[in-house]
């Protein structure tokens, strides 16, 4: 949509620091830019969370609006993405709560991206969602296999039998 409606949704999203990775390899860049953002006055950070002081700064920058409007699919992914894999790393890793069907497609589209900055743990967390969805169809496709040969071999046994109760008749 990227009309004025938009606007407040964008500016009232507080981030939590936690979630921009901050503390990692890449973590100096965006901490520079943030920085320079708050010393701007552009930026507040209360506490540990980071959001847009003013929301005039959607209305009086047009590129800014447009960049986000152009990436929607990618705020989007990044709002369940980003306490999803928080959330994941806390809780030990459990493959339950792994990204599965078009959830991971949606989150792997966007990590191929070229403008797509995932955190560490995301990253992590895209990675190992791909890894145990290929394991499950790889797992279903052994399973089929197995079952196909099954059926095989039933089929070939109830043909035997009923050869052997011809000839016996």
Same mark, same amino acid.
Request: hydrophobic share 45%; charged share 30%.
């Given at each position: 949509?990227? =009309?004025?409606?938009?606007?407040?949704?964008?500016?009232?999203?507080?981030?939590? $620091?936690?979630?921009?990775?901050?503390? #990692? =390899?890449?973590?100096?860049?965006?901490?520079?830019?943030?920085?320079?953002? %708050?010393?701007?006055?552009? $930026?507040?950070?209360?506490?540990?969370?980071?959001? +847009?002081?003013?929301?005039?700064?959607?209305?009086?920058?047009?590129? $800014?609006?447009?960049?986000?409007?152009?990436?929607?699919? =990618?705020? /989007? +992914?990044?709002?369940?993405?980003?306490?999803?894999?928080?959330?994941?790393?806390? /809780?030990?890793?459990?493959?339950?709560?792994?990204?599965?069907?078009?959830?991971?497609?949606?989150?792997?589209?966007?990590?191929? !991206?070229?403008?797509? #900055?995932?955190?560490?743990?995301?990253?992590?967390?895209?990675? /190992?969602?791909?890894?145990?969805?290929?394991?499950? &169809?790889?797992?279903?496709?052994?399973? +089929?296999?197995?079952?196909?040969?099954?059926?095989? !071999?039933?089929?070939? &046994? /109830?043909? %035997? $039998?009923?050869?052997?109760?011809?000839?016996?008749?």
């Amino acid at each position: 949509s990227g =009309g004025e409606d938009d606007a407040p949704t964008l500016v009232r999203r507080r981030v939590p $620091l936690a979630e921009l990775g901050l503390e #990692d =390899g890449d973590g100096a860049r965006r901490r520079a830019v943030i920085e320079e953002f %708050v010393s701007r006055r552009l $930026l507040t950070i209360d506490a540990d969370h980071l959001e +847009v002081t003013h929301e005039a700064l959607l209305t009086g920058w047009p590129r $800014l609006a447009a960049w986000l409007g152009e990436d929607a699919l =990618g705020r /989007a +992914v990044r709002a369940h993405l980003a306490p999803e894999a928080a959330d994941w790393a806390a /809780a030990g890793r459990p493959t339950d709560r792994l990204y599965r069907g078009t959830r991971l497609d949606s989150a792997l589209e966007w990590l191929a !991206r070229p403008d797509a #900055d995932p955190t560490p743990a995301e990253r992590e967390f895209l990675r /190992a969602s791909a890894e145990h969805a290929e394991a499950e &169809l790889a797992a279903a496709r052994d399973q +089929v296999l197995h079952e196909r040969a099954a059926r095989r !071999r039933t089929r070939r &046994l /109830a043909v %035997v $039998l009923a050869l052997v109760t011809v000839v016996a008749l």
